[in-house]
C-alpha cells in the first residue's frame, strides 16, 4: 500500500529518537535529547508538591489536590503501613520522592513535544541504583554496618557454608538494580514506542487524504487513518495507566527491600 511506504525507515527513525539523540558527545558519555527532561522533571513535580502543600486542609475537595491526597495516603497505608509498620515515618519520604519522580517521568512522556526520562535506560539504573543505596543504608543504619554485613547470609551455618551463601545472596542483592531499572525501561520504551508506531500509520494514511482530498481518498485514507487514531487513544489511556502502576510497583518493590534489610533475619 502507498501509504505505508517508508514506514520502516520511519520506525527506525522513531527507535533512534526514543533512545535518544546525542547533542554533544564528551567521548565517555553525551548530552541527549533525554537529559533536560532529567532537570525538568524533578523542578516539575516540585511545584506540584508545592502546591499540593500549600493547599492542604482539613474539609475534603474535589480536585487536583485531593487526588494528590488519595494517592499519599495510599501509598503511606499499602507501602509504609503494611510493610515498614512503625518505621514508616522514617523512609516514606524516599518512596514519595521515588514515586513521584517516577510517576512525572512517566506521565511527561504523554505530553506532546515531551520526553520520559525513565524510557532511556541510564535514568532507570540510576533510580534503580537509588533505591539499590538506600535501602542497604537502612540496613546499616539499623543493625550497624558490619552486622548487617554479616546478617546477608542466615546465621548458624558452617563457615565454608555461610561464606558460600553469603556471596550468592549479596550476588541476588545486587541484582535488584537490574531488575529494577529494566522492568521499568522496557515498560516505558515499549509503551512509547507502540504509541509511536500508531501515530505513524495515522499520519501516513491520512498523508494522501490530505494532498488529494477526494471521496475516494477519504474512504480509502480517512477511514484507516480514524482506526489508527482511536487505536493511539486507546494506547494513551492505557499508558497512562502504566503510568502509575510502574511507578507504584518500583516504590512497592523498594518498600520491600528496606523491609527485607530492617527486618530480623
Not at 44 to 56: D, G
Amino acid at each position: 500500500m502507498d501509504a505505508l511506504d517508508g514506514f520502516d525507515t520511519e520506525v527506525q527513525h522513531l527507535i533512534a529518537e526514543l533512545q535518544g539523540l546525542d547533542v554533544y558527545n564528551f567521548g565517555w558519555g553525551s548530552i541527549t535529547t533525554f537529559t533536560p527532561w532529567i532537570f525538568i522533571t524533578p523542578i516539575i513535580m516540585f511545584l506540584v508538591i508545592w502546591y499540593f502543600k500549600n493547599n492542604v486542609t482539613y474539609l475534603p475537595k474535589r480536585n487536583f489536590v485531593a487526588i494528590l491526597e488519595i494517592i499519599v495516603e495510599y501509598l503511606k497505608k499499602e507501602i509504609g503501613d503494611n510493610l515498614l509498620g512503625h518505621h514508616a515515618r522514617e523512609h516514606m519520604p524516599f518512596l514519595l520522592t521515588a514515586f513521584f519522580f517516577i510517576v512525572g517521568a512517566n506521565l511527561l512522556g504523554l505530553v506532546p513535544g515531551g520526553k520520559s526520562a525513565t524510557g532511556t535506560i541510564s535514568v532507570t539504573a540510576a533510580v534503580a541504583l537509588c533505591s539499590f543505596g538506600y535501602f542497604n543504608y537502612a540496613g546499616a543504619k539499623h543493625y550497624g554496618l558490619w552486622t548487617y554485613i554479616k546478617h546477608i547470609a542466615p546465621a548458624g551455618m558452617p563457615p565454608v557454608v555461610n561464606v558460600m551463601v553469603w556471596v550468592i545472596e549479596a550476588f541476588s542483592m545486587t541484582l535488584r538494580i537490574a531488575t529494577l531499572s529494566i522492568r521499568l525501561f522496557i515498560n516505558m520504551f515499549a509503551g512509547h514506542l507502540v504509541m509511536g508506531c500508531f501515530a505513524l500509520l495515522a499520519s501516513m494514511f491520512a498523508r494522501p487524504m490530505v494532498e488529494h482530498f477526494s471521496l475516494r481518498t477519504l474512504v480509502t485514507a480517512g477511514v484507516p487513518a480514524l482506526g489508527w487514531v482511536m487505536m493511539l487513544m486507546i494506547v494513551v489511556a492505557l499508558e497512562l495507566f502504566v503510568a502509575f502502576i510502574q511507578a507504584y510497583i518500583f516504590t512497592l518493590l523498594s518498600g520491600v527491600y528496606i523491609m527485607l534489610a530492617t527486618s530480623e533475619h
